[in-house]
């Protein structure tokens, strides 16, 4: 998937974007140019949001911009934006990942961030999803938000379905995986025809003892889910 070409990447866009509808809203990729931005809609949807990070308390640092940027790099992202006044309304984030792609934890020094990577990893260790299908490199749905302001209208299911149809519009055969920490997101992974593969309880998430997410309301779990498009 490393041979994607810019080129290939921006025929997809234009039939995903001819295929899109929503009120008032148009279709773009996330580019460098507009990370200041996308960052600060990161900020809202995802610090104050998600179960895991509201659980640690976790605020914005260098570390947390890199995951993200770890993910923003391969030009892949979808956003929302509003035609009538430039706000983001809404983004779904796509990387590729290999097999063989690790973080290196010995260079991130926010204490929240490990955590968190160290859980993904573990999820990875007990869940191998490449060896599920027989695969050494997918697409990996890494993030999911949609603006406060503009939830409770379906822009999150869309953004789902948008981001498949995009890469179903690439015209390569290829496996997606998904991870869902809240009970909003698992709704619609399941909505939108993806298969739940595996999943793992906050609770029996332990570090010397002590449970590690010990305070996500009502979301109790992480399921892993898949979908391949051939």
Request: hydrophobic share 35%; net charge negative.
């Amino acid at each position: 998937m490393e041979n994607i070409s810019d080129q290939q990447i921006l025929q997809a866009l234009k039939k995903t974007q001819e295929e899109f509808r929503f009120p008032d809203a148009k279709l773009e990729l996330i580019s460098e140019e507009c990370f200041p931005d996308m960052f600060k809609a990161l900020k809202e949807c995802f610090l104050t949001d998600e179960p895991l990070e509201k659980s640690l308390e976790m605020s914005w640092s260098s570390d947390v911009e890199d995951l993200w940027l770890s993910a923003l790099r391969y030009r892949m992202s979808l956003m929302v934006v509003n035609e009538n006044n430039g706000d983001i309304m809404g983004m779904r984030v796509i990387r590729v990942t290999k097999q063989s792609d690790h973080f290196n934890i010995d260079e991130i020094k926010d204490e929240k961030v490990r955590k968190i990577v160290d859980f993904f990893e573990y999820s990875s260790e007990n869940f191998n999803f490449f060896a599920k299908y027989s695969i050494s490199e997918m697409f990996e749905f890494f993030g999911l938000g949609v603006m406060p302001k503009y939830r409770r209208h379906g822009l999150g299911t869309l953004l789902v379905e948008t981001g498949v149809k995009f890469l179903c519009n690439l015209q390569k055969p290829c496996y997606i995986k998904g991870s869902a920490s809240s009970n909003y997101s698992k709704k619609i992974f399941e909505k939108c025809g993806f298969e739940m593969l595996a999943e793992f309880q906050f609770e029996d998430y332990k570090v010397d003892g002590k449970v590690v997410f010990d305070s996500t309301g009502e979301h109790k779990s992480l399921k892993v889910y898949g979908k391949c498009l051939k």
